[in-house]
């Protein structure tokens, strides 16, 4: 698999959770600001650098959001 095929593999995760950010959280710029923080449900990540790692990590990254969508905020 070349450079190429990672990197829109990368954009494609991203976009998902974007989408899923911005139903979740209400906003565009609210849905970047929680990408781009230390999440505690996340060990203190942040989840922009999730995202990209493996689809793993991107399904934990959702599940935090969707607990978010049901009122879970730990």
């Known amino acids: 698999m070349g450079m190429l095929d990672d990197d829109a593999k990368e954009a494609e ?3 998902a959770v974007l989408k899923v950010a911005v139903d979740v959280l209400g906003s ?3 849905a970047h600001e929680w990408l781009a ?3 505690p449900a ?3 990540a942040r ?3 999730l995202v990209v790692a493996s689809e793993q990590v991107l399904r934990e990254v959702l599940t935090t ?3 978010l969508d049901h ?3 730990s």
Do not use: A, D, M, T
């Open 13 to 15: 995760r991203f976009s």
């Open 28 to 30: 565009s710029v609210v």
């Open 37 to 39: 923080s230390p999440i």
């Open 42 to 44: 996340l060990r203190g």
């Open 47 to 49: 989840p922009i650098e």
């Open 65 to 67: 959001l969707g607990r």
């Open 71 to 73: 009122g879970v905020y």
